[in-house]
Each structure stands twice: as C-alpha cells, then as structure tokens.
C-alpha cells in the first residue's frame, strides 16, 4: 500500500484515532519515567534501553523502583519480568485477533503492551483491531522513546532528586499505574493484603525482596480465586482484575472520536 | 553483579514474555487460571511498589515527605487528574514538605 493509501485509510479509522490519542496520552509520560530513571541511579543509555528494549512501562517504573529503594539488580529484573507476564496474556488476545505472522509477529509482539492491547480489543472489527494495535502501539513507541530522552536529560541536570520531589513523583506514579485496576472490592482487598505483606516484610528481607513475597501472595490469591470469567472470554466480569485494563476511559465507537488526548487518562 | 547486566536480562525476559504469548498453543488462551494469575499479580506488584517506593527506606519503614506525595496523588486521582498531573502532583507535594522542613 502507499503511504499516501495508508494515510487516507487511517484518517477514516476512528481506531487509529483513538490509537493515536492514547499514543500522545501516554508517550507524554515517559518524561516522568526518563526523570526518575537516572534519579534512581540508572544511566542515561541504561534508562533508554529499558524504553527502547523492555517497553513495558508498568515492567519500566518496577525496575527503576526496585533499584531506588536500594533493591539488587536480580530483584529488580524478577519484579519487572513478573509486571510483564500479563503482556504474554495480551500476546495471546492479540494473535488471536490478528494473526500475524513472519517479521510482523515480532514486531506486534514488541507493541504488545496495555494501551495497544485495549485500543485493539475494544473494536469489533477486525481492520479496525489492527489499525487501533498498530496506531497506539507504534505510535506509543516513538512518543515514549522521544519522551524518555527527554526525561533523562532534564533528571540529570536537575541535580539532588529529593529536592524536586522526584521520589514522590516515582510513588504517585505507581499509585496512578494501580488506581485504574481498582474497580471492585476484591482488587481493593488484594491490594491492600500486598501492600500490608510489603510493610511486614521490610524489616526482614533485602531491599526489593518485599516486593516479591508480595507477588507469591498475590500469586497464590490468583491461583486459587474461584469465578469470575476469563478476560479473553466475552462479557467477562470487568472488575479489574482482568489482566487488559483499559487505561483511557473512551468509548470505542466513533462518539470517541473527539476524546481529547491527556484529560482523560487514569480513571479508576 | 553489573546493573548492565540485569537491564539487559529484563529486556530479554521482558520481549520473550510478550512473543511467548503468540507463540503458546490457543488451548493455553482456555486456560482462566493464567489470566486470573496475570491479574492478581499485576495489582498485587503495583501495590507493593506504591508501599515500597512511599514507605520503606533499607529496611525500614519511614514516615516522611513521600507519604503527603502518597495522599496528594489519591486526591489527584480522586479528581480524575491525568496520569502526568497525578505525577506532578506528587512531586510537589515532596518537595513542599521538604521546604516545610519534612525529612
């Protein structure tokens, strides 16, 4: 297809629109997330590698988190890999709606985060699924690593990190990645028996472990849940504890053609 | 061992988690516990790094200007404030309480 084909084909996709506005909504953050990586003591190439090469950002602010807490690099890389099992959740919904195959498969599979799998899922039509994936998820890559940059670049020339809030920012953010799963008692419940496990476990175990036995709990509390329907199972029970949280609130109908990127993000 | 070292390990661990899910048999996508697993872990993981990141200093629990950052990002997102602003917020909130003398 030409570019110029391509173009006009998305300019009449609401999918890409909506792709596009999460793409802008989202790429805005890595800021934050550039800022508080070299805060936390990671390089600029570091901080970048992780935008370019992990692309997760919930998996992202886990690492940096774990690292700034005074955390082992082993046990940053476990809480970050464990942030990242319902990304293999989404690749599975993804490649069921898409089926891609050869390079696209592992170019999908690097895209395959929250925002690329909600925009694709909440479309009923299969080119509109692929547009709404491709959009936010590319889209959402370039902003993000732009934005990082950035971000690392202006936490360096800040100087003390604490003296900017910087470590308060890092707390907000991770309460902003949490707020929109907490749709229901249950998630509520289950966050805060992780978070009391974490406040228990601190005086006992290396920094960054807390977070871990957290996720055994949490783990176990998944493992044995009864009901509830499959996320991937349509009209599943939306409270939360779906692995595809939608973090934008819209409508995926053409309604949500005029939602304005940045005012609608991280609604519980 | 070399922080490098674990960045990298992340990365890899991270993008084979993601093609993992294309290339696992559509029986696995039957399969609700691995979703319900997936879940929980995700909310379980975000609250504990929320409570680590706002509380825990080594190790030991502390009370210091991270929890107004804590409280300020909850009103933030009570007001249905976007994700940057929820950030900002929590920013200020730190570093006022630290010009107000807070450790």
């Not at chain 1, 604490?162 to 890092?170: C, E, S, Y």
């Not at chain 2, 697993?37 to 200093?57: E, K």
Request: charged share 10%.
């Amino acid at each position: 297809m030409s570019v110029r084909g391509l173009a006009a084909e998305l300019k009449g996709s609401p999918a890409a629109k909506i792709g596009a506005s999460i793409a802008i909504a989202t790429g805005l953050y890595g800021v934050s997330f550039g800022a508080l990586s070299v805060a936390s003591g990671l390089s600029f190439f570091q901080t970048m590698v992780l935008s370019l090469l992990l692309f997760s950002g919930g998996s992202q602010f886990a690492f940096i988190g774990v690292i700034a807490g005074g955390g082992s690099g082993v046990a940053a890389m476990s809480t970050s890999a464990l942030l990242g099992i319902r990304n293999g959740v989404y690749g599975m919904q993804i490649n069921a709606l898409l089926h891609p195959s050869g390079w696209r498969r592992l170019a999908a599979a690097h895209v395959t985060i929250d925002e690329s799998s909600a925009t694709a899922t909440g479309q009923t039509d299969p080119d509109e699924q692929k547009r709404g994936f491709w959009v936010a998820g590319l889209g959402i890559f370039i902003l993000w690593n732009i934005m990082t940059a950035v971000g690392a670049v202006i936490g360096n020339a800040l100087g003390d990190p604490k003296q900017w809030g910087l470590d308060g920012a890092a707390v907000a953010a991770f309460l902003g990645l949490l707020w929109p799963r907490i749709k229901a008692i249950q998630p509520a419940a289950i966050a805060v028996v992780c978070a009391l496990v974490t406040l228990l476990a601190v005086p006992f175990v290396p920094p960054g472990v807390p977070i871990l036995v957290a996720a055994l709990v949490a783990g176990i509390i998944g493992w044995f849940r009864r009901g509830g329907t499959p996320s991937h199972a349509p009209g599943h029970i939306d409270d939360g504890l779906e692995p595809n949280i939608e973090p934008y609130r819209h409508s995926p109908g053409p309604s949500s053609e005029h939602s304005t990127p940045g005012t609608d993000g991280g609604q519980p | 061992m070399n922080l490098w070292f674990w960045v990298l390990v992340a990365a890899v661990v991270g993008y084979l988690t993601k093609l993992l899910g294309y290339l696992v048999p559509a029986k696995v996508l039957a399969n609700p516990r691995m979703s319900r697993v997936a879940g929980t872990l995700t909310i379980g993981l975000l609250a504990s790094l929320t409570v680590v990141n706002a509380a825990a200093s080594g190790a030991s629990v502390v009370v210091d200007a991270r929890i107004g950052a804590l409280v300020a990002a909850a009103i933030a997102l009570w007001c249905k404030a976007p994700f940057l602003v929820v950030v900002l917020a929590g920013a200020g909130a730190a570093a006022g309480l630290r010009l107000l003398g807070w450790p």
